[in-house]
């Protein structure tokens, strides 16, 4: 893990602040959906992209009532019927 120098605290309501020089290098925009993950003791973000319910596959993903699906398993349910 890098570590950018950059620090911040937690506020009342336990937000912090990403700066905008970081937000506009891994192109964060204002209400875009963040992933939070735990490992071990660090907490990880990540830009939040929707995958296949099949394969975790983020390409072309596109949602049939409510779940996601790529092309290539959309593909092999339409050759199953």
Known sequence: MKSTGIVRKVDELGRIVLPIEMRRTLDIAEKDALEIYVDGESIILRKY??????????????????????????????SAF
Request: with cysteine; charged share 25%.
């Open 49 to 78: 992209q929707p995958t296949c319910i099949f394969c975790d596959n983020a390409r072309g993903v596109v949602s049939f009532k409510g779940k996601n699906i790529c092309p290539d398993c959309l593909a092999k349910l339409k």
